[in-house]
């Protein structure tokens, strides 16, 4: 690889000669980490031009740190690196001055969270990762899909590739979730009403900018997906938390004069329940006497192994009160960043229109991929080895909990692709959890998912969607081990 001429300037305030500023300027390089071993440096006469200096001005300057052994010379092949220049040091450069400016004053809105998810870049190097939304490389038709992705490269497809759809999106990939895809959930909508998001987290915070403000209150399952509190805390809004118990949401727990409810009812996030049917009904009759919205994430229907899908809140709705939330990321990869948002068709124009003043569309080329992949049928095919899979999983993870001892605290009924767990109250999951890493297992403490500021410390997810079915027994023991040594 060869080192970028733009990537070098002198320092003007730097003291000493040419020659031993230059030499400076390719150390401070080297020793930084930015020039590793084995690049190639510029030329001496590429060099000179850009620096404004003579050629054997920085000839000179070479030939002295090749005696230093910073640089190798390799004949008319020119300057390396050398393989024995000094290392950079073990603790992180201080690259920039920190300033005069006062960032505790400055920065007018605060967007870290309090407690988040932790998931390791290398999880999969780990043998026991029951960790949540992870791709399956063993399940994942790469083959098809990236056949789909060239034949969205062709010239056929330039238009879809590469056009400014502005605040629209590829209409081939719309009629195929309006025709094919919601039908399945009982849905029925025009495609005025479907709108293209970069996931369903984005589908999330779109919905709570478009319906909520100051003077509006919206109510969120305890514990609930993290990112949806960060999502409607820095919404402003009023917030009520509502404890879930086995069956989910309880709707006659919910607020007087609320104005948006979000809510998992397939399955409740993090616990896996399932909201029986009748309160599916309760919950949108007291929408109807109480005047108020539904926002229902539904990111993990396609996963309903055991038994087919309740009815979705949206199928059911004969108002226009639920918002319906779905996502490809789950059953595609997580990478994706691919969902939409059903609604309508007014709400739908406020969250088009806000999402072409923050980031357009999403890719053309993403979004006529996933349209080939849905139409040709792989996508179907890939749900049903997905769903065959995870049932075997989890029928061993059953097996291996019972077998332990451990305790299931949310029960789902239609399948899905994790567990929720209640540990000893003496057991804190979150120092759990890093304890089980010198073990090669990884496991999510619960503590993230609720709102309080001294969250329940015994709860713990354990998802099986990119763990083998044999190494889920022996990782469940090692957690055991671990429990019971607490």
Same mark, same amino acid.
């Given at each position: 690889?060869?080192?970028?001429?733009?990537?070098?300037?002198?320092?003007?305030?730097?003291?000493?000669?040419?020659?031993?500023?230059?030499?400076?300027?390719?150390?401070?390089?080297?020793?930084?980490?930015?020039?590793?071993?084995?690049?190639?440096?510029?030329?001496?006469?590429?060099?000179?031009?850009?620096?404004?200096?003579?050629?054997?001005?920085?000839?000179?300057? #070479?030939?002295?740190? +090749?005696?230093?052994?910073?640089?190798?010379?390799?004949?008319?092949?020119?300057?390396?690196?050398?393989?024995?220049?000094?290392?950079?040091?073990?603790?992180?450069?201080?690259?920039?001055?920190?300033?005069?400016?006062?960032?505790? @004053?400055?920065?007018?809105?605060?967007?870290?969270?309090?407690?988040?998810?932790?998931?390791?870049?290398?999880?999969?190097?780990?043998?026991?990762?029951?960790?949540?939304?992870?791709?399956?490389?063993?399940?994942?038709?790469?083959?098809?899909?990236?056949?789909?992705?060239?034949?969205?490269?062709?010239?056929?497809?330039?238009?879809?590739?590469?056009?400014?759809?502005? &605040?629209?999106?590829?209409?081939?990939?719309?009629?195929?979730?309006?025709?094919?895809?919601?039908?399945?959930?009982?849905?029925?909508?025009?495609?005025?009403?479907?709108?293209?998001?970069?996931?369903?987290?984005?589908?999330?915070?779109?919905?709570?900018?478009?319906?909520?403000?100051?003077?509006?209150?919206?109510?969120?399952?305890?514990?609930?997906?993290?990112?949806?509190?960060?999502?409607?805390?820095?919404? @402003?809004?009023?917030?009520? +938390?509502?404890?879930?118990?086995?069956?989910?949401?309880?709707?006659?727990? *919910?607020?007087?004069?609320?104005?948006?409810?979000?809510?998992?009812?397939?399955?409740?996030?993090?616990?896996?329940?399932?909201?029986?049917?009748?309160?599916?009904?309760?919950?949108?009759?007291?929408?109807?006497?109480?005047?108020? *919205?539904?926002?229902?994430? &539904?990111?993990?229907?396609?996963?309903?192994?055991?038994?087919?899908?309740?009815?979705?809140?949206?199928?059911?709705?004969?108002?226009?009160?639920?918002?319906?939330?779905?996502?490809?990321?789950?059953?595609?990869?997580?990478?994706?960043? *691919?969902? #939409?948002? +059903?609604?309508?068709?007014?709400?739908?124009?406020?969250?088009?229109?806000?999402?072409?003043?923050?980031?357009?569309?999403?890719?053309?080329?993403?979004?006529?991929?996933?349209?080939?992949?849905?139409?040709?049928?792989?996508?179907?095919?890939?749900?049903?080895?997905?769903?065959?899979?995870?049932?075997?999983? @989890?029928?061993?993870?059953?097996?291996?909990?019972?077998?332990?001892?451990?305790?299931?605290?949310?029960?789902?009924?239609?399948?899905?692709?994790?567990?929720? *767990?209640?540990?000893?109250?003496?057991?804190?999951?979150?120092?759990?959890?890093?304890?089980?890493?010198?073990?090669?297992?990884?496991?999510?403490?619960?503590?993230?998912?609720?709102?309080?500021?001294?969250?329940?410390?015994?709860?713990?997810?354990?998802?099986?969607?990119?763990?083998?079915?044999? @190494?889920?027994?022996?990782?469940?023991?090692?957690?055991?081990?671990?429990?019971?040594?607490?």
């Amino acid at each position: 690889m060869s080192i970028s001429v733009e990537t070098f300037f002198l320092d003007p305030s730097a003291e000493g000669t040419l020659q031993a500023r230059i030499q400076q300027m390719v150390a401070q390089g080297i020793l930084a980490g930015r020039f590793r071993p084995g690049e190639r440096l510029p030329s001496s006469r590429k060099m000179a031009a850009h620096l404004g200096v003579s050629r054997i001005t920085v000839t000179l300057a #070479y030939t002295e740190l +090749v005696a230093d052994d910073y640089l190798s010379s390799r004949g008319r092949s020119g300057y390396y690196v050398s393989e024995n220049a000094p290392e950079p040091p073990a603790f992180p450069a201080q690259r920039f001055n920190a300033g005069t400016v006062d960032w505790t @004053r400055a920065i007018g809105q605060r967007f870290t969270p309090g407690l988040s998810l932790d998931k390791p870049a290398d999880w999969a190097n780990y043998r026991y990762p029951f960790i949540y939304g992870q791709a399956d490389k063993t399940l994942f038709d790469s083959a098809n899909w990236r056949l789909c992705a060239l034949r969205a490269l062709g010239m056929r497809d330039f238009s879809a590739l590469t056009a400014d759809y502005f &605040d629209g999106d590829d209409p081939q990939l719309v009629d195929f979730i309006a025709r094919q895809t919601l039908p399945r959930r009982g849905i029925l909508a025009n495609t005025d009403e479907i709108l293209i998001t970069m996931g369903a987290q984005n589908a999330l915070w779109l919905s709570a900018q478009v319906l909520l403000n100051s003077r509006r209150r919206a109510a969120i399952e305890d514990p609930c997906y993290p990112a949806l509190r960060t999502i409607l805390t820095q919404s @402003r809004c009023q917030l009520s +938390v509502v404890p879930v118990d086995q069956d989910g949401l309880p709707p006659e727990d *919910l607020p007087p004069h609320t104005d948006v409810v979000f809510t998992t009812p397939s399955h409740q996030c993090p616990t896996t329940a399932t909201m029986p049917l009748e309160r599916r009904k309760r919950l949108l009759e007291k929408a109807e006497a109480e005047d108020f *919205l539904i926002v229902e994430d &539904d990111y993990e229907f396609e996963m309903s192994f055991l038994n087919a899908p309740s009815p979705s809140l949206k199928s059911l709705d004969q108002n226009g009160r639920v918002i319906y939330v779905g996502s490809f990321s789950k059953s595609l990869f997580p990478g994706l960043r *691919l969902g #939409y948002l +059903v609604g309508p068709a007014p709400f739908i124009r406020e969250a088009r229109a806000l999402r072409a003043t923050v980031l357009r569309h999403p890719p053309g080329h993403i979004q006529r991929t996933v349209s080939y992949y849905l139409s040709l049928g792989h996508y179907d095919a890939l749900v049903r080895r997905m769903s065959k899979t995870y049932h075997e999983r @989890r029928q061993v993870m059953d097996a291996a909990l019972h077998a332990h001892g451990l305790t299931i605290a949310g029960q789902g009924t239609y399948g899905g692709s994790s567990v929720w *767990l209640r540990a000893p109250d003496t057991v804190n999951t979150t120092e759990l959890a890093e304890r089980l890493r010198a073990d090669n297992v990884l496991v999510e403490p619960g503590a993230p998912f609720f709102a309080s500021e001294t969250p329940p410390s015994q709860y713990l997810r354990l998802a099986y969607s990119s763990i083998p079915s044999a @190494r889920i027994p022996e990782g469940i023991r090692l957690i055991a081990r671990a429990i019971s040594n607490n």
